[in-house]
């Protein structure tokens, strides 16, 4: 057997538990929300200004982190109010809440990166910079799916 074949045997025979499987789901969403943020910093600079490369990994870490929070908060509610319900109008009142805390979860991102960051980490332009954060938060999530189907099809 060669070195190479040990190699691959090395890595496919390992099983990863849920906690290293999380781990590196997290790691590679920040690094992915890293890459989108120094991105806009770089090519869209009258939208988003960061001050350094350190503070665009906080900001990453804070977003990530954010999100999966605002996740969690709307399935938590999903599931208390809509759990055993079905119909149409609960379906609507169903996206409509979910929506809602979504959107509203972007304004307390902001204003959170505003309270850490202070003017080290700016979103510009329209709505006082709710317009560009939310044009970047969607490309972070965009840029996270894409990688999610990229890894699954691999799996075929």
């Keep these: 057997m060669t070195s190479e074949e040990e190699l691959e045997l090395s890595l496919t ?3 990863y538990n849920r906690k290293q499987q999380m781990f590196a789901r997290y790691i590679i969403a920040v690094l992915i929300d890293l890459t ?3 991105l806009f910093n770089e090519y869209w600079s009258e939208y988003l200004f960061i001050k350094t490369f350190s503070l665009s990994l906080l900001a ?3 977003l990530q982190t954010l999100l999966q929070l605002t996740l969690k908060v709307e399935h938590g509610v999903a599931n208390y109010f809509f759990k055993d319900k079905s119909g149409l109008s ?3 009142l169903r996206g409509i809440s979910a929506w809602s805390i979504i959107f509203l979860s972007k304004l307390v991102m902001l204003k959170a990166i505003t309270l850490v960051f202070g ?3 700016v979103f510009g332009g329209p709505i006082h910079g709710v317009l560009a954060f939310i044009v970047i938060i969607v490309s972070m999530i965009i840029a996270e799916q894409i990688v999610v189907k990229i890894y699954h099809s691999l799996a075929k």
């Design 90 to 92: 609960i379906n609507i």
């Design 13 to 15: 025979d390992k099983v």
């Design 36 to 38: 989108i943020l120094n």
């Design 60 to 62: 990453a870490i804070l």
């Design 119 to 121: 003017a080290s980490v």
